[in-house]
Each structure stands twice: as structure tokens, then as C-alpha cells.
């Protein structure tokens, strides 16, 4: 029986990605001005838009809007829940 592959964080995949060429520029100016490899600089980039796309889809989300004219469509009894299943 095969062990499921489980990836830990110190292992590294080589990888291929394509960028605009002032995007390129400017990571690598950034890098350099904090002293970090560029590597480094696009890991901690991936890991931080990872982290915040995680925590926007854990956030409550806002409040449901509210009618204008909260009145029921003619024809609606609130009364009998069950006839609003024949409505389309």
C-alpha cells in the first residue's frame, strides 16, 4: 500500500513562472533593498496572499440587505409556508 505524499515546508519545488517585465524589476529592486534573495521575497508574497484569501473566506459575511417595501408578493399567505414551494 502507497503512503499519501505529504509536503513539508522545508522541501522546495523547482518552478517556471512568467511575469510582466516592470513586475520583475521592481520585485527585484525590493528585494535587494531588503537584502533578501528574490526566492524569498516571491515566497513570502505567495504565502501572504494565500493567508489573507483564507481569512476573507473565514469572515462573517455583512449584513443581508434590506427591502424597500417589505410587503410579500400579491397572492403570498405567510401563514402557509408550504404554498411557497409551487412559487416560481
Known sequence: M??????????????TIDLPDHLLVEAKKHAAERRIPLTRLVEESVRSYLSEQRMR???????????????????IDLDDTSRLWELE
Not at 2 to 15: D, F, G, K
Not at 57 to 75: C, I, N, T, W
Request: aromatic share 4%.
Open 2 to 15: 502507497s503512503q499519501p505524499c505529504i509536503m513539508m515546508y522545508h522541501q522546495r519545488m523547482r518552478t
Open 57 to 75: 473566506r473565514a469572515e462573517v459575511p455583512g449584513s443581508l440587505p434590506l427591502l424597500r417595501d417589505p410587503a410579500p408578493r400579491p397572492g
